[in-house]
């Protein structure tokens, strides 16, 4: 499998990318501590080997982005990352998927603490046809979390930066909500429980420029307290909010496509230093 190490040598060359990095995105010097620990993880839908010999640490409070083409695996690996697949006829899982060194797959693991724990978002907003209270107050009355909920709700609002907007017309159907704001209503009911872990699955691929900043500038916020893994097909927006990036293409080499990971870096160095010239093909738009 070519799989490029975590901080392996970049070549010299400095690739020329069509976009700006966001100076935000500096590392820090010192290692975070990994919440995700990924080894050799293939996933399979029946037959199908969907993703093959994954192996990545995905650090906390720092957002990482996962990019790549159509049907690399992007979205099925982020689902492996809170158990989402469990209910796919045929999802099976090899190798370790570790999550603060435990093993989300191993027996005794309970699929509905994960889910507490890792939250996810999907790519078109999914409000309930609810109130707004009701959407985001509905996983803490579930969780029997009900001591304070004004409370609880107008935080995951304004965590959200939703509240200003909202607060005059909660008992309002979520529904009439515009997409921009729905899918910050579902970050708002993501995040209303406090899970550790929040996966963006292309949160702002539906919605129009000036919605999308605003998501960007939430994840920006969002970050001092949560992990955040963001698919995205937006290379730009990758460069703008991740700090890793991930960049995920099809491999044919076994005479099966399959999903793989090519190289993982900071997001600096994989757009402007890839050391693998997929990658530089891909950032470059060369690629396809
Ligand atoms: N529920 C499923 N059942 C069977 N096969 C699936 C299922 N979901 C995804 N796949 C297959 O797994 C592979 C990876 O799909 P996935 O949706 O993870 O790709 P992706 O990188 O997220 O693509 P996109 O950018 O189009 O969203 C594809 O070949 C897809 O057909
Ligand atoms: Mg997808």
Not at 61 to 89: E, F, Q, W, Y
Not at 133 to 150: E, F, S, T, V
Not at 203 to 231: F, G
Request: charged share 25%.
């Amino acid at each position: 499998m070519a799989l490029s190490p975590v901080g392996a040598e970049a070549p010299s060359r400095t690739t020329s990318v069509p976009f700006a990095i966001d100076a935000r995105q500096s590392m820090s010097p010192e290692p975070a501590e990994a919440v995700f620990d990924l080894r050799d993880v293939s996933i399979y839908y029946g037959d199908a080997l969907a993703v093959r010999g994954v192996t990545m640490t995905i650090p906390k409070n720092v957002i990482t982005a996962i990019i790549g083409p159509s049907g690399c695996g992007k979205s099925t690996i982020v689902r492996t990352l809170n158990r989402m697949n469990d209910s796919v006829p045929g999802f099976r899982v090899s190798g370790l998927v570790g999550y603060h060194g435990q093993s989300l797959y191993a027996g005794g693991v309970d699929p509905v603490e994960v889910r507490r724990r890792i939250g996810m978002v999907f790519q078109r907003p999914n409000p309930f046809p609810k109130s707004i209270y009701d959407n985001i107050a509905w996983a803490p009355r579930i969780l029997g979390l009900k001591h304070d909920l004004d409370e609880r709700v107008e935080k995951a609002l304004r965590d959200a930066a939703l509240w200003d907007e909202v607060k005059d017309r909660l008992r309002s159907s979520a529904l009439r909500l515009s997409g921009g704001q729905q899918q910050r209503l579902c970050i708002a009911r993501a995040i209303a429980i406090e899970p550790e872990v929040l996966l963006l699955d292309e949160p702002a691929s539906a919605l129009d420029p000036v919605a999308t900043m605003s998501i960007e500038d939430l994840m920006q916020d969002l970050k001092r307290t949560y992990t955040i893994v963001i698919v995205t097909h937006n290379m730009q927006q990758a460069a703008r909010v991740a700090e890793r990036t991930a960049f995920f293409s099809l491999d044919v080499s076994e005479g099966h496509r399959a999903g793989i990971l090519v190289e993982y870096a900071d997001t600096a160095t994989l757009f402007t230093r890839p050391a693998d010239p997929r990658t530089r093909d891909y950032v470059t738009g060369r690629f396809g």
